[in-house]
């Protein structure tokens, strides 16, 4: 008996990965192309260390005379800015993990016709979401966007949106206990309520057709339709006019010829593009290119490309805490261009869509990724189901944006073969939803020690169009000028994006350059990674470890760290240590020799 429950997991991940993929994520797209009203702001938020509001928060009591007993008031609680991470808003909640109970009154004006979803851009992690007193939805998952439709319980005048916000870490979570950033509680992005039609144009996907420069290929998907309702899509600039019926699902697919200028980095050409059915009207920009590979390379528009990159999270400059706003993002792809990238890797989870729009704007070329991180319960058809929604979500989010060209499905997990049917799983899973992207994982296994070549060999390989190899001599094993000395191997001809390397000075240290903690430390390390990673077979692109100094609970060491990651290169106040020129030099030499536009040259 006892052995059947130890078997029982892996029965159910069995059958778990012979579903078919996870029902269509429910997201309504590109919400900023919507008419919505905000509710960020000021929310009261009462601190509930001990779950004791699940006996009734939700209901927003107030006493009804001077005898009744209600022990929480919301009206009487301090508040806390959405959006915005709790634990950077009040001292005593840095480390907090626990359950905070949000609320927001707003009064409201109902419009006719309409019909009103309430959205989240992101809640960290698990969020029940109430409205005068009812249970909208529950959702997991501590970077998706998310919305639940609440047209019959929003109410002309006064209402009172509840939110019960937990990020307590769970072994069973995606991520799961450990990992190595901040885990920022709240609601994290931007609240709004979207108001449309009764029946509306829920998604679209307009993009090249895998392969094809001149062919764009889609799908409109109404909600709330019958089939045969009318539906037009315009790019006016590529003269695209075209008109189709819904089929009984709601949804029309289409296959259209457009002589397009191509979006690229260096020329981020955007389109206007406008899908209308009855009385909704969609606007968005929309860039159009091909992404694939050919043996170890890259091609973008059928050419090879170099992926001058960085790794960055979504973390504040200047101020602690969780990025989300619109200069947040300005700020550090401004230090992204200014090293002289083409290529941004957006650790290790989702970020805000306004990046990633951003992205699309400026020219850079974006790897975004789950938090499928480490060690997570592989075994476990729950948690297999949550990384797959929150992939589902990802990609539901973004697929309309020329920015994004790798879907990565995880970062440093272990060889086991548990991992690899989950992951493969993932890869299949993004595949369906998105036939137009790359598929790629940060690894890190790598067979072979003392002088033997380092061969990278991972099985997980198999499943993806490029590899991230996360490899840190240097700084967790070796001395940075080993790194001369180091042969490595591939076992798969697919193109190698080198998805990790650093070491973590704090800025201002100076001494040796074997003196660890030093921003010449950094530099050396940097020196030699540099030099031997050209020598990598399939090289095809690298996004060092990290743009910018980072919080985790995993950094501890008084005077250097004080709970952050210091592998920037560039600190949390914006100072630029020596690795961040070293760096520069290499991309701006790179971007010499393959491009013939000169490269925005700003800084040292
Ligand atoms: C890694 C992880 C990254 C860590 C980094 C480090 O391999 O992917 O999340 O922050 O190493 O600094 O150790």
Request: with cysteine; hydrophobic share 40%; glycine share 8%.
């Amino acid at each position: 008996m006892k052995r059947l429950f130890r078997l029982l997991p892996a029965l159910l991940l069995f059958s778990a990965s012979t579903f078919a993929s996870p029902a269509p994520s429910t997201l309504i797209a590109n919400v900023s192309g919507r008419t919505t009203v905000s509710l960020n702001g000021s929310w009261r938020a009462i601190v509930d260390p001990f779950d004791n509001g699940r006996s009734g928060f939700f209901r927003d009591a107030k006493p009804k005379d001077k005898q009744d007993l209600v022990e929480y008031s919301f009206d009487a609680s301090p508040v806390l800015n959405v959006p915005g991470d709790w634990n950077t808003q009040r001292e005593p909640l840095m480390f907090y993990e626990g359950t905070v109970w949000y609320r927001r009154t707003f009064s409201y004006h109902k419009p006719v016709d309409r019909r009103i979803f309430v959205y989240f851009g992101a809640v960290n992690y698990q969020a029940t979401v109430y409205l005068n007193g009812q249970k909208l939805g529950q959702h997991e998952g501590g970077f998706t966007a998310f919305n639940f439709e609440c047209t019959s319980l929003v109410h002309e005048g006064e209402n009172s949106l509840i939110v019960e916000v937990n990020n307590v870490r769970s072994a069973d979570a995606v991520p799961g206990i450990k990992f190595d950033w901040w885990n920022y509680g709240g609601i994290t992005r931007d609240v709004e309520l979207i108001e449309v039609p009764d029946r509306f144009i829920q998604d679209y996907s307009v993009q090249l057709t895998r392969g094809s420069q001149n062919e764009i290929s889609g799908w409109i998907q109404l909600n709330g339709a019958q089939s045969g309702q009318k539906i037009s899509l315009e790019i006016p600039e590529a003269g695209v006019h075209e008109n189709f019926a819904s089929n009984a699902s709601g949804r029309a697919e289409f296959r259209i010829r457009a002589k397009l200028d191509l979006w690229s980095p260096e020329h981020p050409k955007l389109y206007e593009v406008v899908v209308a059915s009855g009385g909704d009207t969609v606007r968005d920009q929309i860039g159009f290119r091909t992404i694939g590979v050919q043996g170890s390379k890259i091609l973008l528009n059928g050419k090879p490309i170099f992926l001058r990159g960085i790794s960055m999270h979504e973390e504040a400059p200047y101020r602690e805490g969780r990025a989300f706003s619109p200069e947040d993002a300005q700020s550090l792809f401004g230090w992204v261009k200014e090293l002289g990238c083409n290529f941004v890797r957006l650790a290790h989870y989702p970020h805000n869509e306004n990046e990633i729009r951003l992205a699309d704007r400026m020219g850079l070329l974006v790897w975004s990724e789950i938090p499928v991180y480490w060690d997570i319960d592989w075994t476990n058809a729950a948690t297999l189901a949550n990384a797959e929604a929150q992939l589902r979500d990802m990609i539901a989010r973004d697929h309309n944006r020329a920015a994004v060209i790798l879907w990565s499905m995880s970062n440093e997990t272990p060889v086991k073969p548990e991992r690899l049917t989950f992951i493969k799983q993932l890869a299949q899973d993004a595949r369906e939803f998105d036939s137009t992207r790359l598929i790629t994982s940060a690894l890190n296994h790598v067979e072979g020690s003392g002088s033997d070549p380092r061969v990278l060999a991972d099985p997980l390989a198999d499943a993806l169009d490029v590899i991230g190899l996360n490899e840190y001599l240097g700084w967790y094993w070796g001395r940075p000028e080993d790194a001369g000395k180091l042969e490595w191997k591939s076992s798969f001809n697919k193109p190698l994006i080198v998805s990790e390397f650093g070491g973590g000075p704090i800025a201002g240290r100076h001494g040796d350059a074997d003196e660890r903690w030093t921003e010449e430390y950094q530099n050396s390390l940097f020196q030699h990674q540099l030099a031997m990673v050209q020598r990598m077979p399939n090289f095809a692109g690298l996004t060092p470890w990290v743009l910018m100094d980072f919080r985790s609970p995993l950094r501890m060491l008084p005077g250097v760290q004080d709970y952050h990651n210091r592998k920037g290169v560039i600190s949390n106040r914006g100072q630029r240590k020596l690795a961040f020129y070293t760096l520069q030099k290499f991309y701006w030499e790179r971007a010499a020799e393959t491009e013939s536009q000169p490269v925005n040259r700003k800084g040292k």
